[in-house]
């Protein structure tokens, strides 16, 4: 009797039972895909959560110029107070009294000694002192007249000092080399000047071109 060889059943031979279901290619498409899209996502999640915590990078904090909204002081500023005869004591009350609480963006700050005569503007301090007489100056002396008022600069190493030269008693303005221009910071006081300091004369023939 002839023996009966078999064959070992090539795969494609092998037909899909219950207990080997057949591999459906679209499901296994939609898992690749699910895989592919589920990565990135993760990596940014995990990128944006340890830049959340990591600790912010110090930030330098600016620079306040003296004209900037930085700390300022508020104290009251060191002036002299001679004592007045009567007229320059009225003359330098209504001055006083004209003059702006802010100077450009500097506010006013007090004085330690004669309000009735001083005031003094932001940090560092742009002072304005009025009573005494009125300096003299040679007649090539460079002069400027600000709204109707002539000013004379002592220029100094830290400050320049503009004094009043047409007027019955002196006002004299200090302004700090910290505030560039010393002239554009005239303009109020000069408006204060006109309207509460009477005019002493002639002025200066370099105020009258």
Known sequence: MDE???SPETPTDVAPTADRPAVDRSTRRAALWATLVAVPVTV???G???AKLSPDAPVAAPEASPTSAGPR???PVEMPAPALAERPGVVCRALVSQLPATV???AQRPVTAGAEQNAAYGDPALTVACGGAEPTVDATADVWTVNRVCWHADERSDATVLTTLDRETAVTVTVPRAYEGALQWLTPISDAVV???PSGGDSP???RG
Do not use: E
Request: proline letters at 0%; one cysteine or more; glycine letters at 4%.
């Open 44 to 46: 940014a999640v995990a």
């Open 205 to 207: 023939a370099g105020c």
């Open 195 to 197: 309207a509460s300091v």
């Open 48 to 50: 944006f959560t340890f």
């Open 104 to 106: 450009r963006d500097l």
């Open 4 to 6: 009966k060889t078999s």
């Open 73 to 75: 002081s508020s104290a």
